[in-house]
């Protein structure tokens, strides 16, 4: 998995790409969103447009990176969830807990 | 009897991605289409993950057999630790509003999500066998469903 990160005002886009699976994409996720929540960054939108599939080890580490935000008073929101990703956060139920857009415009404003 | 592939590796979550691609390449040879042989691979993947870290405890020593069998239209997976075994009805309901926030505890859930039917079943002295099955589901006929038992 690959996560490049930009940045639009205050709010920080990390782009993912690949697949979030264990013991590679569920680190690079934890890495990628503790580094912005350490230089103190409270608007994180994670571009799920590029991420194939994710597994169990991915979905829960990306509700632990929800929780961590949360708890440092950030927000974490998503953006463009592919097919597979989406079905995913439907079945887990993620997708009533998590922010989601379809458009990044709508995504950027809203925070 | 249906054509067989088994793997027998150690417990390394290194190899996970390895028996997810077998899993599914075998799935689509079985003609599954690209969505349904993808499932297929999610629920292998997760057996396999769940082999490791509550079958054989992450001890790399312990093996993983998995074993690919397709018999007709019914796709069939056999996952197989050498550990102490583990109690498969502890498992939490990840839907349930207390574990909504929980980082683990859904792998079984997207196991029984992904296949028609899974079964555990501890062997003596052997560890556990987890059973995955899914059916081929072909054009212009209604598929009987695997009946789905309790173990």
């Known amino acids: 998995m690959k996560a490049n990160v930009r940045h639009h005002g205050k709010v920080t886009v990390v782009d993912l790409s690949g697949k979030i699976t264990i013991g590679d994409g569920d680190i690079k996720l934890r890495e990628a969103v503790n580094a912005l929540l350490e230089e103190g960054r409270k608007s994180i939108l994670l571009n799920m447009g590029g991420v194939s599939y994710m597994d169990s080890a991915g979905i829960g580490e990306l509700v632990a990176c929800y929780k961590r935000a949360t708890e440092k008073g950030a927000s974490l929101k998503l953006l463009n969830p ?30 | 009897m249906g054509r067989k592939v088994k793997l027998k590796l150690l417990s390394r979550i290194a190899y996970v991605d390895l028996v997810h691609e077998v899993a599914e390449g075998l799935a689509r040879d079985a003609r599954f289409p690209k969505p349904a042989a993808l499932n297929i691979g999610l ?17 790399a020593a312990k093996r993983v057999e998995v074993e690919f069998e397709q018999n007709g239209d019914v796709f069939r997976v056999r996952v197989r630790d050498e550990g102490p075994g583990f109690d498969w009805n502890r498992t939490v309901d990840p839907l ?3 574990n909504v926030f929980r980082p683990s505890g859904r792998g079984i859930f997207f196991m029984r999500h992904f296949v028609d039917r899974v079964a555990f079943q501890k062997r003596r002295g052997k560890g556990t066998e987890v059973l995955l099955e899914k059916q081929l589901e072909r054009a212009g006929r209604t598929s009987q469903p695997i009946k789905r038992r309790r173990r």
């Open chain 2, 96 to 98: 349930q509003p207390e």
């Open chain 1, 82 to 111: 592919t097919g597979k990703v989406q079905d995913l956060l439907v079945l887990t139920k993620l997708q009533e807990i998590f922010e989601i857009f379809r458009d990044e415009r709508e995504a950027l404003t809203s925070f």
């Open chain 2, 43 to 59: 629920a292998v993947r997760e057996a396999f993950i769940n082999a490791i870290k509550h079958g054989n405890r992450m001890d």
